[in-house]
């Protein structure tokens, strides 16, 4: 056996002679059982790849990469929980999500068969010897090779669309079939209904009445034409090819993909920020961080088998085209004109190969909207740039009063790391910020609006910093680590860039650095914070290790890259000493909101890290227009009720949540065409929504008519109009809000 050239370890006249063990002092000796086990997990790895042997190859690395992972997560997550029984029986669980969420491919005797392993993924951690991702490899190929005979056999029989029947759509609802006969029963009605909105959708530009007209007026007048257009064939066709992707996508997995599926359910166990980020991952997220690329400015996440849309960059080509928005699910990719893939089941890493192209490229996206509608939508690829995404102002006037009010919006936290890292001053939102107020100021306002909706966070520096353009000195947010060493970072610069009437929007896509600035500010009694019920929740903090920088021995080079680890290793704390982990900060005002009835945010995510509290930390409470919170609410809420664009946010919002709850879809054609029907008509509604672009699909506008869309976008929005309402409350109540203190 060769042996390894160790890296520096804290070992030390450790001998090993034939059958003897001398031990070393009793206070090395978990150490040295720690080295034992390591040594046994690695010892069986070569350290230069056989090209005969790739399949040992890839065991080999996934041990190695079972010890990084195993050992990071314990050692350097912030809960430092071990991976034992309990963890192991949760892990199984996202295990099993990851394979087959949707239960169209494996039997309850697969899932049986795997179901023994429950146990057992704690242990295959720490031996290394990873049998589960290869069952499961094996198992959903056979089975997926199965299936796809199933279902072209299904496809090659007519559907009755008109009889009255339905399909679950709710994953959760169903179980794994017992046999090949319900499967088939399953896959009937999935294909059924794929079908039947192929065949509504394919003139999908023209309005469907006028094309089923003209379709049966081909019928009638040419029936050998008729034959070969088909409309029904063309759908059939259509479906079969996209399914043909899919499984063969599922043929051409390799095991490591499987290695990564049983890694991620591992660490999604410790909260599901925590993340295994295969080689090709990585890259995707140091591209994000520099915030330029080639693509359509979507932030996805895998999600039950599903790919999820977290965020949209604010002036990106999808934020321009207006309708993909945080929380939608993206179902199927088309390149052009080609057929499109479905990518449920998909890694996010290959789901992103997919969307992402050259610039002017066009890519179709087929999403279901929160409220189950199912939209096909068309971006043209564009290449990302950062300059749409920093702060913008205005100065809005309300219409009752003729009272000027500056507005910022501020997208993210921005700070050009890199540029500074250069010897450069590397722009970043704090200075936006001051420079945009101080345009705004110049033209005489009387109140200012930070608007924080759908920021998701980004520098926690920037974060202080701006609270610290608001107050004088003082604490803004405790930083707890994993040892429980609590620091405070604070504002200590005196200078106070704006003392006025100060109103923050939020909403439940905004997270981290955003809860922290309108958490701090909330407490100090400095802003009124406006929203929906809460923020994300998102009140922890990731770093990135680098696995081929940890690696145990010398010479196992031939095993990079390793990817890397993504871990929670921090928790933020508010000055009064809660958490913004889970529960998010609960607005001063609480609006109608559209994404109240999603079940949005940290606290409806598997294994969450709770909301819990530490100790307070001494602040002064800002003193200065300070009118009683209770008569601002209830002047607000009667607005509210007398306000049409509310009343229909309301609406809306019902509308939304009943949907919800109904996950049956009908198999009847008269059905599903009103269903159509009626996503065709919320079209126009949706891009008429706060916040959406204008005239979106008109392509690419000048900097003055994206200036004049903003301008449009914020003067029509009910929460800004809401947030200068209040602002006039304030300086209603207590005149002395207007005055300028010295700074």
């Not at 001998?15 to 009793?26: D, H, I, K």
């Not at 410790?270 to 980020?277: G, R």
């Not at 997220?285 to 996440?301: H, Q, V, Y």
């Not at 079940?599 to 003193?623: H, I």
Request: charged content about 30%.
């Amino acid at each position: 056996m060769r042996l390894f050239r160790f890296r520096s370890f804290a070992f030390s006249h450790i001998t090993l002679t034939g059958s003897s063990l001398f031990l070393p002092r009793r206070n090395l000796l978990k150490p040295f059982l720690a080295f034992l086990l390591l040594f046994s997990l690695l010892c069986g790895i070569g350290y230069a790849k056989d090209p005969q042997q790739p399949a040992q190859h890839e065991a080999n690395k996934a041990r190695l990469l079972a010890y990084l992972i195993r050992n990071n997560l314990e050692t350097k997550h912030f809960t430092h929980k071990k991976i034992d029984d309990k963890v192991s029986e949760a892990a199984f669980g996202l295990y099993l999500k990851q394979l087959d969420y949707q239960k169209r491919i494996l039997l309850m005797a697969d899932v049986n068969s795997l179901r023994n392993f429950s146990k057992l993924m704690d242990n295959e951690m720490n031996s290394g010897n990873l049998e589960l991702p290869v069952r499961g490899s094996a198992i959903l190929s056979a089975r997926a090779s199965s299936v796809h005979k199933m279902v072209k056999d299904i496809l090659s029989e007519d559907f009755d669309f008109s009889a009255k029947e339905s399909l679950e759509t709710d994953f959760e609802k169903i179980e794994y079939c017992k046999d090949d006969q319900e499967l088939r029963e399953r896959w009937r009605k999935i294909l059924k209904y794929e079908m039947l909105h192929q065949y509504l959708n394919q003139t999908e530009e023209t309005a469907f009445a006028a094309a089923e007209a003209q379709k049966l007026k081909d019928r009638e007048t040419d029936k050998k034409s008729s034959e070969d257009k088909d409309p029904r064939r063309t759908a059939r066709d259509k479906v079969l090819k996209a399914y043909d992707l899919f499984f063969s996508r599922i043929s051409r997995e390799k095991e490591d993909e499987h290695y990564e599926r049983f890694f991620n359910a591992v660490a999604h166990t410790f909260d599901p920020h925590t993340d295994y980020m295969p080689p090709t991952n990585k890259e995707d997220f140091d591209i994000s961080m520099r915030g330029s690329l080639e693509g359509i400015g979507a932030t996805l996440k895998e999600e039950e088998g599903q790919i999820k849309v977290v965020a949209v960059m604010a002036g990106s080509p999808a934020s321009r085209q207006g309708q993909l928005q945080a929380e939608d699910i993206i179902l199927k990719v088309g390149e052009g004109a080609n057929e499109p893939v479905p990518i449920s089941g998909m890694r996010v890493q290959d789901a992103v190969k997919l969307i992402r192209g050259k610039k002017g490229t066009e890519v179709r996206l087929t999403i279901r909207k929160p409220d189950d509608k199912v939209l096909t939508i068309s971006i043209v690829r564009d290449v990302i740039q950062i300059e749409d995404t920093f702060v913008k102002s205005a100065v809005i006037k309300d219409n009752e009063t003729g009272d000027a009010f500056g507005y910022l919006k501020i997208p993210s936290f921005y700070r050009d790391f890199e540029g500074t890292s250069n010897g450069n001053k590397g722009r970043n939102v704090t200075d936006d910020v001051r420079a945009a107020f101080t345009n705004v100021q110049a033209q005489g306002v009387k109140g200012l609006i930070l608007d924080l909706r759908n920021n998701g966070g980004g520098a926690l520096t920037d974060a202080v910093r701006i609270a610290g353009l608001f107050i004088k000195t003082g604490p803004v947010v405790q930083v707890k680590s994993g040892i429980d060493t609590i620091t405070t970072l604070s504002d200590d610069l005196p200078e106070i860039m704006y003392d006025g009437p100060l109103v923050i929007l939020v909403n439940t896509i905004s997270a981290s650095a955003s809860e922290i600035l309108a958490g701090a500010l909330q407490n100090y009694g400095r802003a009124v914070i406006i929203g929906g019920e809460h923020t994300h929740g998102k009140g922890t903090v990731q770093t990135i290790l680098n696995l081929d920088n940890n690696l145990p021995f010398e010479n196992m080079e031939a095993y990079k890259p390793l990817g890397a680890l993504k871990l929670t290793i921090q928790k933020f704390y508010r000055i009064n000493g809660d958490s913004t982990q889970y529960r998010g900060v609960v607005p001063d005002i609480v609006l109608p909101d559209v994404l109240s009835g999603l079940k949005t945010g940290e606290q409806y995510l598997d294994f969450a890290l709770p909301w819990d509290t530490v100790k307070p930390v001494a602040y002064t409470p800002y003193s200065k227009c300070k009118p009683a919170m209770s008569g601002l609410q209830e002047k607000s809420r009667s607005r509210v009720k007398s306000s049409q664009q509310f009343i229909d946010l309301e609406k809306q919002a019902a509308r939304l949540a009943e949907k919800k709850k109904n996950t049956l879809r009908s198999l009847n054609i008269e059905d599903v065409r009103r269903e159509i029907e009626e996503s065709r008509r919320d079209k126009e509604k949706d891009l008429k929504a706060p916040h959406s672009q204008p005239n979106a699909d008109k392509g690419p506008k000048t900097p003055d008519e994206k200036r004049e869309d903003f301008l449009k976008a914020v003067s029509d929005d009910p929460y800004v109009k809401e947030a200068m309402s209040v602002m006039g409350d304030m300086i209603a109540a207590d005149p002395s809000c207007l005055t300028t203190a010295a700074n």
